[in-house]
């Protein structure tokens, strides 16, 4: 078991990074779900409407959270190495990778934005749900949303370069002050409280955008403000050069997982369409499951973040095998942390749907969809530390095998098969979707257990 559990110290460390990032994570995925009921409150069809627009969003989110984890890998090492102007160097890349994606997102969403939401539009005899209202506050919320993605880009850019370079508490405030701010403009805007006017799905989409402004603007002039501390800001934008050799690094390992997230992400849009081909009812009720889901998330969320601080510093610093014992505890941690919570969301499932104004089948469904996610947490967090395992070794093609390919050749096919070629209820369906993580499971524990990721990435940069 020693090599399981750490001592105290041990664990000091892992919450000094882990509890800002659970905080973070944790109360915005909470002002999520009382967004998600606020808007629920207004009506079935809404809800629905934003729940598939966040959907496509997800796509666009997982996208730049790909791009920014290549040379997130090579920062976290330079900063362990000591070497600031490395970590420089990976903040610039992060620059033009995350404007260009999200730029390329707004473009696309301004084109096909209305086919892609009419993918989600499957009608049933037994639904109350009009596709006609669904779409229409579809577009009406995604119009607003796109406004907000270029200050969700730049402060992404800004804090995970932070978090990188183990600053966690930053990034933890600017999320808690905008979290706030939506949630507060979102009561106003979205039932015209204060004098408001009552805006519906169109107050929640201008209450986002809102807080991503503050949220970014607190990172990016912190950071500028204690350059004595991030010393990779000083001087940050008297030049935006990168050296032809670092960038064909970060390009052979970060595109990988580019590409990974964004097919990932596009895999599991996918999977949602064929969920809702079992009718709207099926559409609310995972849009439900997804938000409650997350909010039990971010303990294995946050430990995978620690994984890629704490190990890759250490590879970084040359200390391999510490590494590898540290990364063993870590998810060691996740799952039996996640097994816990799994079983308490369990329980308590039913009575968060008491909050939501919505038909009784949805209701049902949600339960159904919250229960099998809640049984599954431990295998969700041993994939997602398996996964960060990987990438902060800089294994980004084995990381690409494992997430995205796994889920093209294997999840997509069953899911495509089991919406179109059986008439299995959509629990059913998603239990088996789900289940079939368990294969995942067991081919990350091999690449894990044989140490093909412990590698130093910049001990001659």
Not at 358 to 365: C, G, I, K
Request: aromatic share 12%; proline share 3%; with cysteine.
């Amino acid at each position: 078991m020693s090599k399981l559990i750490g001592d105290r110290a041990f664990y000091r460390r892992v919450l000094t990074v882990a509890v800002p990032i659970v905080i973070q994570n944790g109360i915005s995925n909470f002002v999520s779900l009382l967004d998600n009921i606020m808007i629920g409150r207004v009506g079935t069809e809404p809800m629905s409407g934003v729940g598939i627009v966040n959907q496509l969003l997800f796509v666009l989110y997982l996208a730049l959270f790909g791009a920014l984890s290549g040379p997130g890998i090579f920062g976290a090492q330079f900063f362990g190495k000591g070497d600031h102007r490395g970590v420089q160097h990976t903040f610039r890349f992060k620059l033009y990778i995350g404007l260009f994606i999200v730029l390329a997102g707004i473009g696309a969403m301004l084109l096909w934005g209305d086919p892609l939401l009419t993918l989600y539009l499957h009608d049933s005899v037994d639904s109350t749900q009009s596709p006609e209202l669904v779409m229409q506050y579809g577009r009406e919320y995604l119009a607003i949303m796109l406004i907000g993605l270029v200050p969700f880009a730049l402060e992404e850019v800004y804090a995970s370069t932070l978090r990188e370079c183990g600053e966690t508490r930053v990034p933890m405030v600017a999320g808690l002050v905008a979290v706030f701010v939506n949630l507060g403009l979102n009561y106003v805007l979205i039932f015209g409280k204060c004098g408001f006017p009552k805006l519906g799905v169109a107050g929640a989409a201008i209450a986002t955008v809102v807080s991503r402004f503050v949220q970014a603007a607190i990172v990016i002039f912190w950071t500028h403000l204690h350059t004595q501390l991030m010393r990779w800001a000083e001087g940050l934008y008297r030049s935006f050069r990168i050296p032809l050799s670092l960038t064909g690094k970060i390009v052979i390992k970060g595109f990988p997982l580019m590409f990974n997230e964004i097919l990932w992400s596009v895999g599991m849009a996918f999977l949602n369409q064929c969920y809702s081909r079992r009718g709207l009812d099926a559409v609310a009720g995972i849009n439900i499951s997804s938000t409650i889901n997350n909010l039990f998330n971010v303990v294995f969320i946050a430990m995978g973040s620690a994984i890629a601080i704490m190990v890759g510093q250490l590879l970084g610093a040359g200390k391999l095998e510490e590494a590898k014992d540290t990364d063993t505890k870590l998810i060691f941690a996740a799952v039996t942390s996640s097994a816990v919570l799994g079983a308490i969301l369990f329980v308590v499932a039913p009575y968060f749907l008491l909050l939501y104004d919505t038909t009784d089948e949805v209701r049902r469904l949600a339960i159904g969809f919250i229960r099998i996610c809640a049984c599954c947490m431990p295998l969700f967090a041993f994939m997602h530390s398996a996964y960060f395992t990987l990438r902060t070794g800089g294994k980004t093609g084995i990381t690409f095998a494992f997430d995205s390919a796994f889920l093209w050749c294997f999840s997509v096919p069953l899911g495509y098969l089991l919406a179109t070629r059986t008439a299995l209820p959509v629990l059913t369906f998603y239990l088996a979707m789900q289940s079939a993580d368990v294969i995942k499971c067991a081919i990350g524990f091999v690449l894990v257990k044989k140490g093909v990721w412990v590698q130093n990435l910049v001990k001659e940069e």
